[in-house]
């Protein structure tokens, strides 16, 4: 049971990037699916959230209008599309989910599965 993150890279600022979480092993279903994101020197920070079974969501303040959470369950994967992405991007960006559907919804103390995280940089 894994989570794969992917779609990482270099990119400009002001230029996009799609990341896309994937698990094998088990279908994501009505999962809960966050992503979070750890700049070098700074806390873990959450990124974005949706938990189906109680229609929890978050988006961070300081990716609103720019990062959009989008899933889709005939292919199995979740995604963060990112666009107008700024220095302060910059970090490894990881997703989670739960063991199961849940009602403990996006504002929980842990989650069960988490990406290997992929790098993201923005810089000219």
């Known amino acids: 049971v894994q989570l794969q993150a992917s779609g990482g890279g270099l990119v400009q600022p002001g230029g996009s990037l799609r990341l896309s979480c994937t698990p094998s092993?088990?279908?994501?279903?009505?999962?809960?699916i966050a992503w979070f994101r750890r700049a070098p020197g700074k806390e873990r920070e959450g990124v974005s959230c949706f938990s189906p079974v109680d229609g929890s969501s978050y988006t961070a303040d300081s990716v609103k209008g720019r990062f959009t959470y989008s899933r889709d369950n005939a292919q199995n994967t979740a995604y963060l599309q990112m666009n107008n992405l700024q220095p302060d991007d910059t970090a490894v960006y990881y997703c989670?989910?739960?063991?199961?559907?849940?009602?403990?919804?996006?504002?929980?103390?842990?989650?069960?599965?988490w990406g290997q995280g992929t790098q993201v940089t923005v810089s000219s």
């Open positions: 989670a989910t739960e063991k199961r559907p849940s009602s403990y919804g996006c504002y929980r103390n842990g989650w069960d599965f």
């Open positions: 092993g088990f279908t994501l279903d009505y999962r809960a």
